[in-house]
C-alpha cells in the first residue's frame, strides 16, 4: 500500500509541478484578491459571513475559511493557494484509493483501486477543479464527499470487531465531514443517500437492514442538510446565474444536460478539447440531441435494473447521476457544461472501465497473474496519455490572456469569453484589440453588462472619458446591482469633480456591498471634498476597519485629510498611525508638517528629529527641520 500510495502522489505532483507560479484567473479576483472577508480569520463571523453578489464563495462558508487560513499564512500570493488545491487533491485521490481498496477484496481490490486512483488524479478533466484556484469548491467538496464515505466504510468495519472507541471516532469523522462538505458545495447534498446506498450494497444487504442496523448515523447524518438548507435560502440566486433568479425554466436547461452527460463521458475516454469557458448552449429542437437522450435514458434504465439484478453496478450508476444531479436539474443561464462538474463522477465512470477491462482480458489471458500484468501495462499508458495531457493542458492557465486566447478560439460564440479576453488583452495593453472583442461580445449579446462594463473601463483609461461613462450607466440598466460598474464610475465622477454623482455611486456600492473597503474609502474621500468632514471621516475609518487598523491606514487617511486642508482631523489620524509604528519615519515626518502647519513649531521639531533619527539619510525631514529651527 505504501508504493500505491506514494505513485499516486508522485504522479499527481509530476502533473501539478508547473502551476504553483500561475496567477488568479476570472473569479479568483471576487473571492480572493477582492474578497475582504478572508482578511479577518479571527473575528466573528469573520470568513463565516461570505461575500454576495455572485461570488464562487457566497454561502460556501467553509471553501470561504479554506481560503482565509490561505491569506493568513502567506496573503495573496497564488502560490500558496495552489498548493493547497493541489494538496487537497491529492488527499482526495488517496482515499479513493482506501474506499476502493477496503471496497474490493484481496490483490484484485489492490490493482484496481490502485489504477482508478491514479488515472483520476492524472485525469486532465480534474485540471480546472484543481489549477482554477476558486474552484476548489468541486475539490474540498469532492475530498469532503470521499472522506464522508471512507469514515463510514471504517466506522462498519470496526463495528464487526471488539471495542467500540475506533468505531465512535469513524462514525464522528464521516458526520463531520459531510457537514464540512455541505458547508463547501452544494453538491454534496446527495453524500447521505449515496452512503445509505453504499451500505445497502456492500455492507447491509438490504435498505432496511442498512437503516435498522445504523439509524443513529443515518439520523446524524441526514441532519446536515438543515445547515446546507440554510445556507441554500440565504445565498440566493448566486448573482442571478442560477435557481430562480436565473430567468431560465427546468423545460429550457434540462434539454441541455442530456449533451452535457454526453459529452462528460466522451472527455473521459478522449479528453480533448477542453474549454474553460462553455457558456450557454440551448436547445432549440429534439431533435439536436436525441443521440444524448436516448444515451442518458439507456443508462438511467441500466441503473435501475442493475440496483436489483447486480448492485454493484447499479451503485456506481446511483453515483454518478446523483453527483451530476444538482448541477444539471438546478437551472442556470451562465453555463449550461463546466468540467469541474465531473470531478467527483469521473471516479464511478473510471471504475466501470476498469471493470470492463478486466473482463475483457479475462477472454485473451486465463492466469490471473498475466491479466494484471496485462492490465498494469495498459493502465501504466492510460496514465501516461492522460498525465502528459494534463501537463499539457496546464500550461494555458499561465495567464488570463492565454486561458481566454484558448477559450475563444474554442467557443468564438461564447461572448462571456470575449469579454474576458478582451479585458486580459487590456490588461496587456492592447488596447484596440480590447476594444474589438468587446464590441463582438456585444454583437453576440447586447444586454451583457460586464461587456459593456469592461468597455467603459478601457475607454476611460484610454482617455476617452465620457464614451467609458456611457458604457458604465449601460451596464448599470441592465444589471442595477452592480458594484463594480458603479465603483469605477464613481472614480470617474469623482475625477471630474461631479462630486454629487460620485458619492451617488459610492453610495449604492457601499449598501451593495459593506464589507467592500474600497468602496468606503471612495464615498470617504468624495464626502470630504465635499466638505462632508464627518460623513467622510466616518466612511474611512469604515474602511480602516474592514482593511484591520494600520499605521499604513491611518497614515494614508491622516496624508488625505491634509492634503485637503483639514489639518485638525488629519492630526487626529496621523497621532494614530505614530502609536501603532513609532518607528516609521515618514508618518513622524508627516505628523510634524501638520504640527507645523497648526502653528506648533517645538512638537514639530521633535518630530522631525525623530524622523531623522530613525533615517538619517532623510532629505525630507532634513529640510523641514531646519525651515522650522527658522521660524522665529
Known amino acids: 500500500m505504501p508504493f500505491a500510495a506514494g505513485l499516486i502522489v508522485l504522479a499527481g505532483l509530476a502533473v501539478y509541478a508547473q502551476i504553483g507560479s500561475d496567477p488568479f484567473v476570472f473569479d479568483d479576483d471576487a473571492s480572493i484578491a477582492l474578497n475582504p472577508t478572508i482578511r479577518h480569520l479571527w473575528r466573528w463571523p469573520g470568513a463565516l459571513a461570505t461575500p454576495g453578489l455572485g461570488a464562487t464563495v457566497q454561502g460556501r462558508p467553509i471553501l470561504n475559511l479554506s481560503f482565509a487560513l490561505n491569506y493568513a499564512a502567506g496573503g495573496t500570493h497564488p502560490a500558496g493557494y495552489h498548493a493547497v488545491n493541489v494538496a487537497i487533491h491529492l488527499l482526495a485521490g488517496l482515499t479513493l484509493f482506501g474506499i476502493v481498496r477496503r471496497t474490493v477484496a484481496g490483490r484484485r481490490g489492490e490493482w ?41 466504510i471504517r466506522f462498519a468495519a470496526a463495528g464487526q ?45 438490504s435498505w432496511a437492514a442498512a437503516g435498522r442496523q445504523r439509524w443513529r448515523y443515518y439520523m446524524a447524518l441526514m441532519a446536515t442538510w438543515v445547515p446546507l438548507a440554510w445556507l441554500v435560502l440565504h445565498a440566493g440566486d448566486r448573482g442571478g446565474t442560477s435557481g430562480a433568479g436565473s430567468g431560465v425554466t427546468i423545460w429550457q436547461y434540462g434539454p441541455t444536460q442530456f449533451a452535457a452527460v454526453a459529452h462528460y463521458l466522451r472527455l473521459t475516454v478522449w479528453p480533448w478539447p477542453l474549454i474553460f469557458d462553455y457558456g450557454a448552449q440551448w436547445v432549440t429542437s429534439i431533435g439536436a440531441v436525441l443521440g444524448p437522450v436516448l444515451l442518458v435514458l439507456a443508462l438511467v434504465g441500466a441503473t435501475i435494473g442493475a440496483l436489483a439484478r447486480r448492485p454493484a453496478l447499479g451503485f456506481l450508476g446511483l453515483a454518478f447521476f446523483a453527483l451530476l444531479a444538482p448541477t444539471s436539474l438546478v437551472p442556470g443561464n451562465r453555463q449550461t457544461l463546466a468540467e469541474h462538474r465531473m470531478y467527483l463522477p469521473l471516479a464511478p465512470v473510471l471504475i466501470v472501465l476498469a471493470l470492463a477491462a478486466e473482463q475483457l482480458a479475462r477472454r485473451f489471458v486465463r492466469h490471473p497473474a498475466g491479466r494484471r500484468q496485462l492490465l498494469g501495462v495498459v493502465a501504466a499508458a492510460a496514465a501516461l496519455i492522460f498525465g502528459w495531457r494534463a501537463v499539457d493542458r496546464n500550461k494555458v492557465y499561465a495567464s488570463s490572456l492565454a486561458l481566454y486566447r484558448d477559450t475563444t478560439a474554442r467557443r468564438p460564440e461564447n461572448p462571456y469569453a470575449r469579454s474576458n479576453y478582451g479585458y486580459a488583452l487590456g490588461q496587456a495593453g ?31 483609461r484610454s482617455g476617452r472619458v465620457e464614451e467609458g461613462i456611457a458604457e458604465y450607466e449601460r451596464a448599470i440598466r441592465i444589471q442595477p446591482a452592480y458594484p463594480e460598474a458603479l465603483y469605477n464610475l464613481g472614480i470617474v465622477m469623482a475625477g471630474q469633480h461631479r462630486l454629487p454623482e460620485a458619492i451617488a455611486c459610492f453610495a ?121 529651527r527658522a521660524l522665529p
Open 430 to 460: 492592447q488596447t484596440e484589440a480590447a476594444i474589438a472583442q468587446f464590441q463582438a461580445a456585444l454583437q453576440l449579446k447586447p444586454d451583457l453588462a460586464n461587456a459593456h462594463y469592461n468597455l467603459g473601463l478601457i475607454l476611460s
Open 161 to 205: 470487531s471488539p471495542g467500540r472507541g475506533g468505531r465512535a471516532v469513524w462514525a464522528g469523522l464521516s458526520v463531520l465531514a459531510c457537514l464540512l462538505g455541505m458547508g463547501t458545495k452544494e453538491v454534496m447534498v446527495s453524500a447521505p443517500v449515496i452512503v445509505l446506498a453504499y451500505d445497502r450494497t456492500f455492507v447491509a444487504g
Open 508 to 628: 449604492q456600492v457601499v449598501r451593495l456591498q459593506p464589507a467592500f473597503a474600497d468602496g468606503h474609502i471612495g464615498l470617504g474621500n468624495a464626502l470630504v471634498q465635499s466638505g462632508r468632514l464627518t460623513e467622510g471621516v466616518h466612511q474611512l475609518e469604515e474602511s480602516l476597519l474592514l482593511t484591520g487598523d494600520s499605521a499604513g491606514g491611518r497614515h494614508a487617511l491622516g496624508r488625505m485629510l491634509a492634503g485637503a486642508g483639514l489639518m485638525p482631523a488629519a492630526l487626529l489620524q496621523l497621532e494614530a498611525a505614530v502609536r501603532l509604528d513609532p518607528r516609521d519615519p515618514a508618518v513622524q515626518l508627516d505628523l510634524g508638517n501638520a504640527l507645523l502647519a497648526l502653528g506648533r513649531t517645538p512638537e514639530a521639531i521633535a518630530r522631525y528629529e525623530t524622523a531623522l533619527s530613525l533615517r538619517p539619510d532623510y532629505p525630507e525631514a532634513r529640510h523641514n527641520l531646519s525651515y522650522a
Open 112 to 152: 484496481l483501486a490502485l489504477a482508478v486512483s491514479l488515472l483520476w488524479v492524472v485525469h486532465p478533466l480534474q485540471t480546472e477543479s484543481v489549477t482554477y484556484v476558486v474552484q476548489r469548491a468541486e475539490s474540498l467538496m469532492g475530498l469532503c464527499y470521499l472522506f464522508t464515505l471512507y469514515g463510514f
